[in-house]
Every structure is written in structure tokens, then in C-alpha cells.
């Protein structure tokens, strides 16, 4: 009924210590795919929480889901709706249920980021990594062709002293991560002017 990269998603993602899926009681309807989750200690064996998620895997996640799930240990509140359920259908959510010790009370409901979600903010992610890579490579090559250039005034070669020193920053390991290079990247393409040969001249 689940697939095993699902399964990864929720072990990496979803599920606390100690917890595992229930497989051998997973229950379908309509689409919907029930998963009890058990948590196992040395005396013990119960049920924690039941999951509830779906694998139609439809292309185009809603844009309002992009922006409330920034990562698949985002925890939200939806109310119960024909489009909620189709949310969960597509994959790009999961309701969580937690339970009491009494297997049965329900303790809390939230929802968690989807597989389909997860796969799909990846990819987009993947592109800008990209886009900025080819963009760095230009940077680069621009450069090369610029510094081996006669006929710099003081104040171009400044400028380019300045492009190099940005280069340097950007391309240096350690200096790029997730969370501020594409500011800081894009940020500094608009300070530093464009620099392209023409024969002799440099235009700035």
C-alpha cells in the first residue's frame, strides 16, 4: 500500500524515538491511507499516533502550502474540508494523530509536510542551486577574460579589484549555504556594476 521511499520520508521525518509503523495494520479508504505508529520499549508496545496520508502524487502543490511548510518538521492547523482531504490524497500533506495511554483519546491533530511536498520544494530548490552555480561559473569567466585586459584607468581597475574580492568571497568553500547565499549573491550582483570586454575598452 505504501511505497519504500514514503516510508523513509516518515522514519527520517515524522516519527519520534523509539516510534515504527504498523504495517500490518494499515487500513485504506477512499484514497487515504491510515497508518498506525507504535512505540516500542523494553516492557511496552503501543500505539502513539495514527497517520493518515495519501499517494496520488499530483505534479503542482498549492502555492499556500509552499509557504506554510518551510520544512518537513513544520506543524500546522487546517480545518476538515473536501480540499484538506484532497491535500492528503495528493501527498502533499499528512495528518498526524497523537494518542493518549488509553490508545484511543485522541491527544492533539496537526498536519505535516507531505512526500510529494518534500520532493516537489526540493526541486525547486534544486533549480535555484543551479541557476546560482551557472551564475557563479559566468562570474568567473567574465572575470578571467577581464583582468587579462590593457588600458584600465585607475578607477575600472578598482572596481575590478572589488569584483574579484566579491568572487572570491562566493566561490571560497564555506562562504555559500542554504539559508543566506542566494541574498547575499543577488545582492551583490546589483552593487558591483557589469563588467564586459569590448576589443581594447572595458565598458563598466
Same mark, same amino acid.
Given at each position: 500500500? +505504501?511505497?519504500?521511499?514514503?516510508?523513509? &520520508?516518515? &522514519?527520517? &521525518? =515524522?516519527?519520534?524515538?523509539?516510534?515504527?509503523?504498523?504495517?500490518?495494520?494499515?487500513?485504506?479508504?477512499?484514497?487515504?491511507?491510515? =497508518?498506525?505508529?507504535? !512505540?516500542?520499549?523494553?516492557?511496552?508496545?503501543?500505539?502513539?499516533?495514527?497517520?493518515?496520508?495519501?499517494?496520488?502524487?499530483?505534479?503542482? /502543490?498549492?502555492?499556500?502550502?509552499?509557504?506554510?511548510?518551510?520544512?518537513?518538521?513544520?506543524?500546522? $492547523?487546517?480545518?476538515?474540508?473536501?480540499?484538506?482531504?484532497?491535500?492528503?490524497?495528493?501527498?502533499?500533506?499528512?495528518?498526524?494523530?497523537?494518542?493518549?495511554?488509553?490508545?484511543?483519546?485522541? !491527544?492533539?491533530? $496537526?498536519?505535516?509536510?507531505?512526500?510529494?511536498?518534500?520532493? &516537489?520544494?526540493?526541486? =525547486?530548490?534544486?533549480?535555484?542551486?543551479?541557476?546560482?552555480? $551557472?551564475?557563479?561559473?559566468?562570474?568567473?569567466?567574465?572575470?578571467?577574460?577581464?583582468?587579462?585586459?590593457?588600458?584600465?584607468?585607475?578607477?575600472? !581597475?578598482?572596481?575590478?579589484?572589488?569584483?574579484?574580492?566579491?568572487? *572570491?568571497?562566493?566561490?571560497?568553500?564555506?562562504?555559500?549555504?542554504?539559508?543566506?547565499?542566494?541574498?547575499?549573491?543577488?545582492?551583490?550582483?546589483? =552593487?558591483? /556594476?557589469?563588467?564586459?570586454?569590448?576589443? *581594447?575598452?572595458?565598458? +563598466?
Amino acid at each position: 500500500m +505504501i511505497n519504500n521511499v514514503w516510508k523513509d &520520508y516518515l &522514519y527520517e &521525518y =515524522i516519527l519520534l524515538k523509539n516510534e515504527e509503523l504498523n504495517l500490518l495494520d494499515i487500513r485504506e479508504n477512499n484514497g487515504l491511507i491510515d =497508518i498506525p505508529v507504535v !512505540k516500542k520499549t523494553a516492557r511496552t508496545r503501543r500505539t502513539v499516533a495514527m497517520l493518515t496520508v495519501g499517494i496520488n502524487n499530483k505534479n503542482v /502543490p498549492p502555492s499556500n502550502l509552499l509557504k506554510d511548510f518551510t520544512s518537513p518538521k513544520s506543524k500546522k $492547523q487546517f480545518e476538515l474540508t473536501n480540499e484538506t482531504y484532497e491535500w492528503i490524497r495528493n501527498g502533499w500533506i499528512i495528518r498526524e494523530y497523537r494518542l493518549a495511554k488509553d490508545e484511543r483519546t485522541v !491527544k492533539s491533530v $496537526q498536519f505535516r509536510m507531505g512526500f510529494s511536498l518534500f520532493l &516537489y520544494k526540493k526541486q =525547486i530548490e534544486d533549480e535555484k542551486e543551479t541557476k546560482k552555480t $551557472q551564475s557563479i561559473t559566468e562570474w568567473k569567466e567574465q572575470w578571467i577574460k577581464i583582468k587579462n585586459s590593457s588600458s584600465l584607468n585607475l578607477k575600472r !581597475k578598482e572596481q575590478l579589484n572589488r569584483l574579484k574580492d566579491i568572487l *572570491d568571497e562566493v566561490v571560497t568553500e564555506g562562504k555559500i549555504n542554504h539559508n543566506s547565499s542566494t541574498w547575499r549573491f543577488q545582492s551583490k550582483r546589483k =552593487i558591483i /556594476p557589469t563588467c564586459q570586454p569590448d576589443g *581594447d575598452r572595458v565598458i +563598466i
